[in-house]
């Protein structure tokens, strides 16, 4: 119940084009969900976060669309560039019980933007 | 603001010997650090939490006593690899929680550790 399902394991996208990766979650305890990116050898980094209370946003080229009901986020990136390059992952933590302040991570996926 | 510094960023140790990983948030007091292992191509994996003053709270199958988590003050958490072996070699990363930015979690650029 404490896993996150990320897909795909990797994408390869062409400059310009939309990439999108996708989590499903089970424990409906979680109430935050963020999309962190990393370069090799760096620590993650945080790309943009959502709440459950909204269904979607957008920072920039970066959007999160959130469904409630099915339990299911996506990352969408406008006009990708070689430089999006990166590992991304999806997480969640929640506010009660075990998963309290804890993220879960999804299994990461390689993105690649070709020029 | 929200920013965490993690020392040493490599590090190559001899087996059987100890090392020590930092952990700081230097623009905000970090109630709560995380403490994560990465394998190669793989995902974070949650090794410990610990709250500033109290004991750490390690997950199932993360050996407490050859990773030594001191979290002493609000700034600053260590982890101790003791009696390294080749097999401790990975990524480790600490995350800090307790500022305003991103609901608190703000991470560490990690740590290369390779036991020889």
């Known amino acids: 119940q404490q896993q996150v399902k990320q897909s795909p394991q990797s994408l390869i996208v062409q400059k310009g084009g939309i990439s999108i990766i996708n989590c499903a979650y089970e424990?409906?305890?979680?109430?935050?969900f963020p999309w962190y990116q990393q370069f090799p050898g760096k620590g993650p980094a945080l790309l943009i976060a959502i709440r459950p209370d909204v269904s979607e946003k957008k920072e920039g080229r970066f959007t999160i669309s959130f469904n409630k009901s099915a339990k299911q986020f996506s990352l969408h990136i406008m006009d990708s560039q070689p430089g999006d390059s990166a590992t991304y992952f999806c997480?969640?933590?929640?506010?009660?019980?075990?998963?309290?302040?804890?993220?879960?991570f999804g299994q990461g996926t390689i993105l690649t933007v070709h020029p | 603001g929200a920013v965490v510094s993690q020392h040493p960023s490599w590090v190559i140790c001899k087996s059987g010997t100890s090392v020590k990983i930092e952990c700081r948030s230097l623009?905000?007091?970090?109630?709560?650090m995380f403490w994560y292992r990465q394998f190669p191509k793989q995902s974070l994996m949650l090794m410990a939490t610990?709250?500033?003053?109290?004991?750490?709270?390690?997950e199932q199958g993360v050996e407490k006593d050859k990773f030594l988590i001191n979290h002493a003050s609000l700034t600053l958490s260590t982890l101790t690899v003791t009696s390294a072996h080749p097999e401790d070699s990975s990524f480790y990363i600490c995350s800090a929680r307790g500022g305003s930015h991103n609901y608190g979690y703000t991470f560490g650029s990690g740590t290369r550790l390779t036991v020889v």
């Open positions: 424990n409906t305890a979680f109430d935050y």
């Open positions: 610990s709250n500033e003053g109290s004991k750490a709270t390690y």
């Open positions: 997480a969640a933590s929640g506010a009660g019980g075990t998963s309290y302040g804890k993220l879960t």
């Open positions: 623009d905000f007091q970090a109630t709560t």
